[in-house]
C-alpha cells in the first residue's frame, strides 16, 4: 500500500496549444463559458493569463495579504528592536540625543519591514503553491514535457463544479488545440 | 488597426479647445503678476521663484523621462512620448521664465549683497561660486544644453520617421543615454545655484538628486493627469489599456519612494550629525506653521501617494490614478515651496496672493504652450518600435 491517500480517476481534461495567444485566448474561453477550476502552464510567464484563468487580480488576494503582514510584523519587530535596546535594556547617552531617538531607527525599521515581507513573499509562495511538489497528474500526459519547452497547455479540473468529461472535452477541441487529453489522478 | 490608428491625430482628441483659456488664464495671472510687481518686488520675485520652479521641474523631467524611455524602450513609454516630447520642447518658454530670476537676484539670493558676503566668514569662501557672473554663465550653459537636446533627439525622431533607419534610432538611443548623464548633472547644479543658495551658508549633497528625482516625479505625474483627461475620447480611448496605466502608476510608486528616500536621509543624516551649520536649515522648516507643511509634505508627498499607488486597482482606472496624479502635482508645489521660502521668511509662515498669479500665469501660458507643441501629431508615434506590442494585446483583448 502506498503512504497517504490513493486517489484514482479523473484530474481533468488537457489541451495542448502552439501559441500563447492561443492559450490565453483559450482560458478566456474558458473562463467565460463557466468554468473556475482551470490551470495553464506555458514555458514563461505570459502577460493578463491569470486573469484569463479567472484568478483575482483586483483586490487583496491571500498572497498580497500574507507580504503585508509580514512586513507590517517586520516594521513594528525592527522598531520594537531599537526602542527596546536603546530605552529598556541599554540606554546610553549618545551626543545629548533622547534615548526615544526614533529617526535614527528608521532604516533599521525599513529594513526589517522589507526583510519580512520578503521571506513572507518567498515561502507564502511556496505554500499556497504547495511546493514542493513531487507529483502531479499532468505528468501523467506524455507531451506535458514540452510546457518547459514550446507548446502551452490548458487543464480544466475535475472538480470544478461544471465538469462533465464529454462535454469539457468537446469545449476544448472547439478551440482548435493540437490535442485534447484525459489527465488521470 | 494600424490604418485607424494612422488617422487618428491630436486634434481628435480636443486638446486644442483648452489652449486659448489657458492662454488667457496665463496672460491674466501674467499681468496681476505684474501689479505685483508694482506693489511690492520682493515678494513678487519671491514668488516667481517657487512658481518658476513648479512648472520648471515639469519640463526639465520630462526631458529626463523623455530620454530614459530612449534609452530603455518598452511599452510604459509609448502612451506618453508625446506629450514628454512636447513638454521637453517648450524648455525655450523656460528660458524667458527665468529672465525674473536674474532682475530679482538681490531678492532672492543673499550672496548677490557682495557687501554682506564679503564679511560673512562662511559665505566669503564660497565667492568663487557664488557670483553674479557665474550664476549667469552656467544658467546660459544649463538652458542651453537643456534645448541642445531637446530639439536634436526632436531631428532625430523626424529624421527617424522619414528613413525608418536602425542607426538613426541608435544615434537617438545614444543622444539619450549621454543627456541622462548631462541632465542630471545640470540639475543638481542648477538645483544647487537657484535653489540651495537661496541659504549661502548651508550646503547638503542631498540637494541635487532629490531635485532631479523631483522633477522625474512631477513630469510622470503630469503626464499621467494629461492621459488621463484624453481616456473618453475615441481615439486614445481605443489605444489606452489598464496595464499602460498601472506601468505610470508603478513609476511614480517609485520615484514617490525614491523621493522619500533621499528626503529622509537628508535629514537623518543632518539630525544625526547635529551640527552647528547645518541645523537650521531643518530648525526654521520645522517650526511653527512650517512644520505643519513639512509633516503634510511627509503624509501626502509620501505616504499617501505611496499607500494608494500599492493597490492596483487604483493604478488601473483612470479616475482614481488621476486623483493620485494631482496630489502629486499639488504636493510637488508644496514641497518646493517649503524648501525654498523659509530661506527668506524664517520661521514666519509667508505666503502671498502673488504665489498663485504667479503660478497661474507661469502655467497658463505654459500650457499654452505645450499644448501648442502636441498639436497636429499623432496621438502615439505610430512609425516607432514598440507599438505592435502595445496595441496587440488590445487587438487580443477583442477577438477573444
Redesign the interface.
Known amino acids: 500500500m502506498a503512504i497517504g491517500k490513493v486517489r484514482t480517476g479523473t484530474y481533468g481534461v488537457i489541451a495542448e496549444f502552439s501559441s500563447p495567444?492561443d492559450l490565453?485566448?483559450a482560458a478566456?474561453?474558458a473562463r467565460d463559458a463557466g468554468y473556475t477550476e482551470m490551470d495553464a502552464f506555458s514555458p514563461f510567464p505570459i502577460?493578463?493569463l491569470h486573469e484569463a484563468v479567472g484568478m483575482k487580480?483586483?483586490?487583496l488576494s491571500s498572497m498580497s495579504a500574507l507580504v503585508l503582514i509580514g512586513g507590517i510584523i517586520g516594521g513594528i519587530g525592527g522598531f520594537f528592536m531599537c526602542w527596546y535596546a536603546n530605552v529598556i535594556s541599554y540606554p546610553l547617552n549618545i551626543?545629548g540625543?533622547p534615548f526615544n531617538s526614533w529617526?535614527?531607527w528608521?532604516?533599521i525599521t525599513f529594513e526589517c519591514a522589507i526583510l519580512m515581507a520578503a521571506f513572507a513573499a518567498v515561502f507564502g509562495m511556496l505554500a499556497l503553491n504547495g511546493l514542493p511538489m513531487p507529483y502531479h497528474p499532468v505528468f501523467n500526459v506524455k507531451r506535458f514535457d514540452q510546457a518547459s519547452r514550446d507548446k502551452f497547455f490548458l487543464v480544466i479540473q475535475a472538480r470544478d463544479p461544471k465538469f462533465d468529461l464529454d462535454t469539457v472535452w468537446k469545449f476544448l477541441e472547439a478551440l482548435h488545440p493540437r490535442e485534447v487529453v484525459d489527465v488521470p489522478w | 488597426m494600424s490604418a485607424g490608428v494612422a488617422e487618428t491625430n491630436a486634434s481628435a482628441t480636443g486638446i486644442s479647445q483648452w489652449r486659448m483659456p489657458s492662454l488667457v488664464i496665463g496672460i491674466i495671472g501674467l499681468a496681476l503678476s505684474a501689479l505685483g510687481y508694482f506693489i511690492n518686488q520682493e515678494t513678487f520675485f519671491r514668488s516667481w521663484l517657487p512658481s518658476f520652479l513648479f512648472w520648471f521641474s515639469i519640463v526639465a523631467g520630462s526631458l529626463a523621462v523623455l530620454m530614459l524611455q530612449y534609452v530603455t524602450g518598452g511599452e510604459w513609454g509609448l502612451m506618453i512620448r508625446r506629450p514628454l516630447g512636447a513638454a521637453a520642447r517648450t524648455m525655450l518658454w523656460m528660458v524667458l521664465f527665468f529672465i525674473p530670476i536674474i532682475l530679482g537676484m538681490k531678492y532672492l539670493y543673499p550672496w548677490s549683497n557682495t557687501q554682506w558676503a564679503m564679511a560673512d566668514e562662511n559665505v566669503s569662501q564660497k565667492l568663487g561660486w557664488l557670483n553674479w557672473k557665474r550664476f549667469l554663465a552656467f544658467a546660459a550653459l544649463y538652458f542651453a544644453l537643456w534645448n541642445l537636446w531637446a530639439w536634436r533627439i526632436r531631428a532625430l525622431s523626424l529624421s527617424f520617421y522619414q528613413d525608418r533607419s536602425p542607426y538613426t534610432e541608435l544615434k537617438r538611443r545614444k543622444w539619450a543615454a549621454s543627456g541622462l548623464l548631462m541632465i542630471v548633472l545640470t540639475l543638481t547644479f542648477a538645483s544647487i545655484d537657484w535653489m540651495m543658495s537661496t541659504e549661502p551658508k548651508w550646503s547638503s549633497t542631498m540637494y541635487g538628486i532629490t531635485f532631479v528625482v523631483g522633477c522625474a516625479l512631477s513630469a510622470l505625474a503630469f503626464v499621467t493627469f494629461f492621459l488621463t483627461r484624453l481616456v473618453n475620447t475615441e481615439a486614445m480611448g481605443s489605444l489606452l489599456k489598464p496595464?499602460h496605466l498601472r506601468d505610470l502608476g508603478n513609476l511614480m510608486l517609485a520615484f514617490v519612494m525614491f523621493y522619500a528616500y533621499t528626503t529622509?536621509s537628508e535629514?537623518?543624516l543632518i539630525?544625526?550629525a547635529?551640527l552647528h551649520e547645518e541645523i537650521p536649515h531643518f530648525l526654521v522648516r520645522t517650526s511653527g506653521l512650517w512644520g505643519a507643511v513639512a509633516f503634510s509634505v511627509a503624509m501626502f508627498h509620501f505616504f499617501l501617494p505611496f499607500g494608494l499607488l500599492l493597490i492596483?486597482?487604483i493604478k488601473?482606472r483612470p479616475k482614481t490614478i488621476a486623483i493620485v496624479a494631482v496630489i502629486i502635482i499639488v504636493m510637488r508645489y508644496v514641497a518646493l515651496y517649503w524648501l525654498v521660502a523659509p530661506s527668506w521668511y524664517g520661521e514666519h509662515f509667508t505666503w502671498s496672493w502673488m504665489n498663485l498669479t504667479t503660478l497661474l500665469g507661469i502655467g497658463g501660458v505654459w500650457i499654452w504652450a505645450f499644448i501648442g507643441q502636441l498639436r497636429g501629431q499623432t496621438i502615439i508615434p505610430i512609425h516607432e518600435t514598440w507599438v505592435e506590442e502595445a496595441i496587440r494585446?488590445g487587438a487580443?483583448k477583442v477577438?477573444?
Open positions: 495567444a490565453t485566448a478566456e474561453a502577460h493578463n487580480s483586483t483586490g551626543g540625543k529617526p535614527a528608521i532604516p | 496595464t529622509f535629514f537623518l539630525w544625526y547635529n492596483r486597482p488601473d494585446e487580443l477577438n477573444g
